[in-house]
Nanobody
Framework: QVQLVESGGGLVQAGGSLRLSCAAS????????MGWFRQAPGKEREFVAA????????NAADSVKGRFTISRDNAKNTVYLQMNSLKPEDTAVYYC?????????????????WGQGTQVTVSS
């Protein structure tokens, strides 16, 4: 059974940092591109960042470029999202997802598995 478990969310002031982790089990982690998405109340789920199987290629939404960094450790079956210079508009539930494809893309429909999410709240 595939499980993706996010952690690291919480309450932080604007300008602060958080590091999210997503631990994967039940799959061959190195065969999956991984992505982070977020969903704010009343809004659709949106792409944040993605990383290829080896970690050599990354992709990020314009809204987070220069502030957020995605990385992975295939030995630990874990993908990370380092979030710096947080803004109130970054408040959302953050989800990690696994995609059996090779290219880390922005479309939720291409991802095969999803975690339950972790809440990030940024106060002004």
């Amino acid at each position: 059974q595939v499980q993706l478990v996010e952690s690291g969310g919480g309450l932080v002031q604007a300008g602060g940092s958080l590091r999210l982790s997503c631990a994967a089990s039940g799959l061959t982690f190195s065969r999956y591109a991984m992505g982070w998405f977020r969903q704010a109340p009343g809004k659709e789920r949106e792409f944040v960042a993605a990383i290829s199987r080896s970690g050599a290629r990354t992709n990020a939404a314009d809204s987070v470029k220069g502030r957020f960094t995605i990385s992975r450790d295939n030995a630990k079956n874990t993908v990370y999202l380092q979030m710096n210079s947080l803004k109130p508009e970054d408040t959302a539930v953050y989800y990690c997802a696994a995609d059996l494809g090779a290219i880390p893309g922005p479309r939720p429909s291409q991802y095969n598995y999803w975690g339950q999410g972790t809440q990030v709240t940024v106060s002004s």
